[in-house]
Every structure is written in C-alpha cells, then in structure tokens.
C-alpha cells in the first residue's frame, strides 16, 4: 500500500492559463474522489468515479473544471482559464465500497496546492 | 446553510490540558467520520462511529455520537504537540451514500 499520490504539489499560474493535476489512488482502490479546500474551510467535494465511470458532479465543478479517469485508474483534473478564486487545495481520495461499508474511510492524498496570480 | 457545524473554529491551549471539540447538525446520520489533517498534508481518518451514543477511545482520544445520532464530541486528555491540526468530522451525503461531506473544521494548536 503505497498511498494516494497527488502531482505536482504546488502549482502557481498566471490568470488565464490552463492546469492538470494527476492523482494515483491505491491500486486495489475502485473509487476515487476530488475535493477543493480553502483555507480555514474543511474539504468540498467535487467529482467522484468508481472505475472509469464519473459518478457524480457538485454544481461546483463548473464548465472550465474537467476530471478525466480513462482506465479506471489515475485520474486528472483540468481547470481552464483558471481564475484567482480557483486558489485552493487540490484533494484526492481513493476508496472501495467494501472499506467505505466497513467504516474505514478514505485514503486521502497529500493534495495539489494551486496559486493562481 | 453548512449541513455540519463545529465549534470551537480555532482553539489554542497549553501541552497537558484537556479539550472537548463538538460537531453538530439538525439532521440524522446514520454514521459519522472524524479525521485529523496536518498543515499541507490530506485528511488522515481517527474514527468512525455508527450507533447513537456510542464512545470509542483512540488512546487519549475519546470520541462520542449522540443519542440522536445528530452530533458528536471528540475529548482530548493531555493534550500534546502532536496533536496539533484541523479536528474535521464527516458524514455520508444527502444525496448520495457514496460521497461524504465534511464540516468546516475545528483548528487545534497545542503549545509546549
């Protein structure tokens, strides 16, 4: 059990400019999460896919958010002409129904921190 | 409205005291996560508790769902250093079992 692996850590981009950020949840792990946190806030949920199929959208994914998982394993999140109010914390999380069912909870990443100036 | 609401929102106090951190709701849940996350780090999951007026312990933490099944405590003895960090809870989403939705957290500073 490697963990959830977030890529890159820190990203800081100019108003405008498109981001990806990359998310590798634990293998054995079927779903896999997207959240955004600001600061001084707890975690908001964006998106979530159990395999390859995206699940469920929160309203606040709007059209410039996209989250891609081809194979049913790493996914991305683009952002597009990224705005100052996108600055958050970028958060994965990976599961499985029987874990979740048994209380365990999610894996969390250790999130992508986005700085848009 | 926020579905989940916490208390204190930030606490400072000194290495030895005891604390008590409260999230609350007007609704039922049929199971609630408490998490701790560490500055620039994810959530790391400390308990989940499912029986109205359960108490589970987590060495000297000791977590408790209310009778109701609408709010819960997490109670600290001797605080140290270490537990320094955002106390968030969580609970499964209105609309969907599958995805959980968290409190706005309660900010923890344990000073030595």
């Known amino acids: 059990d490697t963990g959830v692996s977030q890529n890159p850590r820190h990203k800081i981009t100019k108003r405008g400019q498109n981001v990806t950020f990359r998310c590798d949840p634990i293998?054995?792990?079927?779903?896999l999460y997207w959240y955004r946190q600001t600061l001084g806030q707890g975690p908001e949920f964006l998106t979530y896919?159990?395999?390859?199929?995206?699940?469920?959208k929160s309203r606040l994914l709007s059209d410039r958010f996209s989250a891609e998982r081809p194979k049913g394993s790493f996914s991305t999140l683009e952002i597009q002409r990224t705005e100052q109010g996108d600055s958050a914390m970028y958060l994965c999380a990976s599961s499985s129904p029987a874990r979740q069912g048994a209380g365990y909870g999610y894996t969390f990443g250790s999130g992508t921190r986005l700085t848009v100036v | 409205t926020q579905l989940l609401e916490q208390s204190p929102q930030f606490l400072s106090i000194q290495e030895g005291e005891n604390l008590t951190v409260y999230c609350n709701s007007s609704s039922v849940f049929s199971s609630l996560q408490w998490y701790r996350q560490e500055p620039g780090e994810g959530p790391v999951l400390l308990v989940t508790?499912?029986?109205?007026?359960e108490v589970k312990k987590l060495k000297r933490l000791t977590f408790q769902f209310g009778d109701a099944r609408k709010d819960s405590s997490l109670h600290i003895t001797a605080a140290q250093p270490g537990d320094t960090g955002l106390y968030l809870c969580a609970v499964p989403g209105e609309t969907s079992y599958d995805k959980v939705i968290f409190g706005p957290g309660t900010s923890l500073s344990v000073i030595p």
């Open positions: 508790v499912v029986t109205g007026g």
């Open positions: 896919f159990q395999n390859e199929a995206q699940l469920e």
């Open positions: 293998s054995e792990h079927n779903r």
